[in-house]
């Protein structure tokens, strides 16, 4: 979440099997909303850490839900076409 304090309705998902870590994402990101995980990251974003299953890998890049507005220039970014999108709200009924 960002300072104009509304949760985005959908949050950037990344499927690393399509990802070339080729960082796009990482640089069109405005929020740096986008990382590498390490245990520096982890403890920036405790919503995220909270999410995990099973502990981070290192070939992995994490999108941190308390800095992302939702803007999708990650999406747009990427040449692999590995992020999608993920509804966390009240988006409705399916068109
Ligand atoms: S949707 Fe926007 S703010 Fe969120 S991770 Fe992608 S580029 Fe960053
Ligand atoms: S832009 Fe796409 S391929 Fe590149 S690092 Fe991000 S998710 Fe991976």
């Known amino acids: 979440m960002t300072d104009n304090n509304q949760a985005p309705l959908r949050y950037p998902v990344i499927e690393m099997s399509r990802c070339s870590m080729c960082r796009a994402c990482i640089d069109a990101c405005p929020n740096r909303a986008i990382e590498e995980p390490t245990s520096f990251s982890c403890a920036k974003c405790v919503q995220y850490c909270r999410s995990m299953i099973a502990p981070c890998k ?6 941190c839900r308390e800095r992302c507005d939702g803007c999708g220039r990650c999406v747009i970014a990427c040449p692999e076409l590995a992020i999608d999108w993920e509804a966390v709200g009240d988006v409705g009924p399916p068109a």
Not at 58 to 63: D, G, M, R, Y
């Open 58 to 63: 290192p070939a992995k890049l994490i999108v």
